[in-house]
């Protein structure tokens, strides 16, 4: 089957969109097309939206066990396209193999999850409110929110979606998806997979088109109650105002500048390992990316050691190569704003131990060096701002409470990890830790389990498990008299 697919999906039906213009999506290795796709106008938003507005009362009334079937039909198609879908996802995103099978599983395992959810909803939609009130008694409705909004990055594309899809499909709310521009080949086949299952027609629409227009379009539509967004800050803030006119709801999972604290107590190898994968993979274009080194100074020297040779040791090259380890960044911007840092870190006079530059290997495609930045000040852009690159930047600290304090000195608050053979420490550090996922001596993986989403200024509200369920609820009490 052509996964690549070159069109808006509409109330149900393949869409060329109304204005005549395509954009192309640019594959980062060879900077040559793959393919274009539509720019859907303000237009062909409402028409997704009151197709989505339509099909809500038929699909919100079905029992979740109903849904569930949809929902695991939906992902028995992303499975049975995976040997399509993976090349497609390394040629649109310049990922390793695993890392784009690893996409696919994971949307497939996000999804069944939140099919098992809606199982489980049917028993807990209607609960009598335990309470002894004289003359009055009440029960707590789970409602579906309705027709819901998703603006989606181009770093994993059709996991995060379905990290949004699962939940909504279960809670009983119909959606409207722009992927990113960028890539957005793997959201778009959501489309396929949904006919495959036979999903109702307008229960799940894609529109695809730039942020300024498509997205702002979305944002902005009066018949949507949710906006559930991932990407930067900065655009997540431009969402937040455009949600504001009506008072729409909003998840917002946005970036991060996540700390890796490192005690003298650790396993150095296992540490080095951890802060290479904490920034290295995808290319370190990861919202939990852990950019912040953060090491006690008895052995700062002795890790960075390890790390350099860790990065020294990356083949970097396309995915077309079995033994690459890190491919390029997925985009032309992306790699401008990478390696505008590297510029930065020169003019600040950073202390560049490895790395530090476009690749020397490669004529074409968006290549840049596994890099590693030591003694960096506190004042530093790199050691502030979201690089979203193979960039790593190394302080030091002398005790607990200064590293707590460093790691917390940061206007985001996703993911952290510890570093530590002492339990009782890494529980004491880890409940001080402004983040919303603390890893203890293992990688940063999210199983759909647990929670995702941040403090501060790395978000608004919870992806995943239950809370990623409660996103897309609406809870009505109902009292009348006993
Ligand atoms: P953006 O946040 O700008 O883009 C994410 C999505 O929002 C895309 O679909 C984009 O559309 C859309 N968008 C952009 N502007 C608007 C708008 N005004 N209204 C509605 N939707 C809009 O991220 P970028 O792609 O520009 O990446 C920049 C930086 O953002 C990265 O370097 C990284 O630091 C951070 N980022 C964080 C991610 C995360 O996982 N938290 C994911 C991606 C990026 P379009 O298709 O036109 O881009």
């Not at 890392?99 to 009598?128: H, K």
């Not at 600290?397 to 890494?426: C, V």
Request: net charge negative; hydrophobic share 40%; proline share 6%.
């Amino acid at each position: 089957m052509n996964v690549l697919i070159e069109r808006n999906f509409i109330n149900g039906a393949w869409d060329e969109g109304s204005t005549g213009v395509s954009h192309a999506v640019i594959n980062p290795v060879t900077e040559t097309p793959i393919g274009h796709v539509p720019e859907a106008s303000a237009g062909d938003v409402d028409r997704a939206v009151l197709a989505a507005i339509d099909a809500f009362p038929a699909w919100s009334a079905l029992r979740g066990s109903e849904r569930a079937v949809y929902m695991r039909k939906m992902s028995a198609a992303i499975a049975a396209h995976m040997d399509d879908l993976v090349p497609m996802q390394m040629a649109s995103c310049g990922k390793p193999r695993a890392e784009a099978e690893a996409d696919f599983r994971g949307s497939i395992d996000c999804i069944n999850y939140f099919a098992d959810r809606a199982e489980e909803l049917d028993a807990r939609r209607v609960t009598p409110v335990d309470y002894d009130i004289p003359g009055y008694r009440s029960t707590t409705r789970l409602e579906p929110m309705g027709p819901v909004g998703f603006i989606l990055p181009w770093n994993f594309p059709m996991k995060i979606c379905s990290w949004k899809l699962g939940p909504a499909l279960a809670a009983g709310c119909t959606v409207v998806i722009k992927p990113s521009e960028i890539a957005p080949f793997a959201d778009i086949f959501l489309g396929a997979a949904a006919q495959e299952a036979g999903l109702p027609a307008g229960v799940l629409n894609i529109v695809n088109g730039r942020g300024a227009v498509t997205g702002q379009a979305l944002a902005e539509h009066p018949g949507l109650r949710k906006i559930s967004f991932t990407g930067s800050t900065k655009t997540g803030k431009t969402i937040m105002k455009a949600a504001a006119e009506d008072v729409k709801n909003i998840g917002l999972e946005l970036g991060g500048k996540s700390p890796i604290v490192v005690f003298e107590d650790a396993d150095l190898d296992l540490a080095a390992s951890l802060a290479a994968e904490g920034v290295f993979y995808n290319c370190g274009q990861c919202c939990n990316a852990t950019g912040r080194l953060l090491v006690h100074e008895n052995i700062a020297e002795a890790l960075a050691q390890k790390i350099i040779e860790i990065s020294q040791n990356q083949i970097v090259d396309s995915p077309d190569n079995p033994a690459m380890t890190i491919g390029p960044l997925a985009s032309k911007p992306q790699y401008d704003k990478v390696t505008g840092y590297m510029d930065i870190a020169r003019e600040e006079g950073l202390n560049c131990r490895t790395g530090g530059g476009r690749h020397p290997g490669f004529n074409t495609g968006y290549f840049v060096e596994p890099t590693l930045y030591t003694d960096v000040p506190k004042t530093s852009r790199l050691w502030q701002e979201e690089i979203f690159g193979p960039v790593l930047c190394l302080r030091t600290f002398k005790d607990e409470t200064e590293a707590i304090r460093e790691a917390n000195d940061t206007q985001y608050g996703l993911a952290a990890t510890i570093i530590t053979e002492d339990e009782e420490r890494a529980e004491r550090v880890a409940a001080q830790l402004d983040a919303g996922h603390v890893y203890t001596n293992v990688s940063v993986a999210i199983p759909p389990q647990t929670s995702w989403g941040g403090f501060k200024q790395s978000g608004i509200g919870r992806e995943l498990g239950p809370w990623g369920l409660a996103g897309f609820l609406e809870v009505k009490t109902v009292t009348a008299r006993r």
